[in-house]
């Protein structure tokens, strides 16, 4: 029998599932719900609205400010913890007796609360934070938020300490969740892999016109892939290369408009958006930061043709075996022309299907959760 009551603290309001941290809450609600689950959803909010969605899907959803600016920041403990922090979200914790569900280290700052040392307490680990926000800061430009970035990986490593008083950690990727069990020995763990909106691979047999790399392009890891491309591949090859995504930044802009064989879709919507993914012929998505799930991976596997990364994109994913690898900008040349040339066919669809199932299925996975929230 799945647990009739589930607590969920969300790091954010999780709909709409427009982002991947988003994505991931917003389906692991959608299947727990589907499999029985009685949800009491507490979302802290800065920016995003209140949702109806999510009040058809949970018993009681609850939003509080984050405290963001001045208000969040503390000697001892990273921003991302101490501004999500709220009485009313303990009081209620308190008030209803049933496990509790903290999504991301971010949600945590009650984690070590006497008052719930009876509970049954588990972490959705989105990124080993402190590593994370270490490689934010090597890539990042601007002087003030590369001050921050250190800052935060500095109070966020000796935080870590206090996750030992959670009982579960459900981690993003296979090489995290190693991590968690090498910290923590004596807590359960597992690999769950990100919940997403995709029931099967609807990928179109034949043949695309373009390859696609897509993303939020005002993030600086996005803008540092979609610049590599831009110099090192698709200035060599005469492939056309459609660039898509929230939010370009002015430079991005103007090298797209310099290169011939590429054009940029900017705040493209939801149907534009599954066009341009169904229709490419490759989706080439190189990433030079090694942490967490890239959820616009999963995306291309479930709805697009062939799909072209850097090994760094699939770290602790186990989808070697349904992409490309190329790791330098002369083999990634070399392999999208001959990609681009290539056909999909209808046993490449199937053979990825019976891949993507194995660990990608909401349903199973929303079982294993409740497993472990069972015990």
Not at 58 to 69: A, K
Not at 352 to 362: C, G, K, P, T
Request: glycine content about 6%; proline content about 5%.
């Amino acid at each position: 029998m799945p647990a009739r009551k589930l607590h969920i603290v969300s790091f954010d309001v999780p709909y709409p599932a427009d982002y991947g941290g988003a994505i991931d809450v917003y389906y692991k609600i959608k299947a727990l719900a589907e499999a029985g689950t009685e949800i009491y959803l507490h979302c802290f909010q800065y920016g995003r609205p209140q949702a109806a969605q999510l009040a058809q899907l949970c018993r009681q959803v609850w939003y509080y400010p984050r405290l963001t600016g001045i208000r969040g920041l503390s000697v001892h403990l990273p921003y991302i913890v101490n501004s999500r922090r709220n009485a009313l979200l303990l009081q209620r914790l308190n008030e209803i007796d049933a496990p509790i569900l903290f999504e991301g280290i971010h949600t945590t700052f009650y984690l070590s609360h006497p008052s719930l040392s009876k509970r049954f307490k588990a972490i959705r680990a989105h990124n080993v934070e402190h590593d994370y926000y270490r490689q934010l800061a090597a890539k990042e430009p601007d002087l003030f938020k590369r001050m921050y970035y250190r800052a935060e990986a500095g109070l966020l490593q000796p935080y870590e300490a206090n996750l030992g008083k959670a009982q579960a950690f459900f981690s993003l990727s296979a090489e995290d969740d190693k991590y968690f069990a090498s910290q923590y020995p004596s807590i359960s763990h597992a690999f769950i892999a990100p919940f997403q909106p995709y029931n099967q691979v609807v990928s179109l047999p034949g043949l695309g016109g373009y390859t696609l790399y897509h993303g939020n392009l005002a993030h600086g890891e996005n803008i540092e892939a979609a610049f590599f491309l831009l110099r090192e591949v698709f200035s060599k090859v005469n492939v056309p290369l459609v660039i898509a995504g929230r939010d370009p930044v002015p430079d991005l802009v103007a090298a797209c408009n310099k290169l011939a064989n590429c054009r940029l879709v900017v705040n493209p919507g939801i149907d534009e958006m599954e066009e341009l993914v169904r229709n490419a012929q490759v989706h080439i998505l190189p990433t030079f930061q090694q942490s967490g799930m890239k959820l616009k991976l999963l995306y291309a596997l479930f709805s697009g043709r062939h799909v072209l990364v850097n090994s760094a994109m699939l770290h602790g994913t186990g989808l070697n075996n349904c992409c490309s690898i190329a790791d330098n900008a002369q083999v990634m040349a070399d392999r999208l022309k001959q990609l681009m040339e290539t056909p999909f066919t209808d046993e490449d669809i199937a053979r990825r299907s019976a891949i993507l199932s194995e660990q990608y299925d909401n349903a199973r996975n929303a079982q294993r959760l409740l497993t472990f929230l069972q015990r």
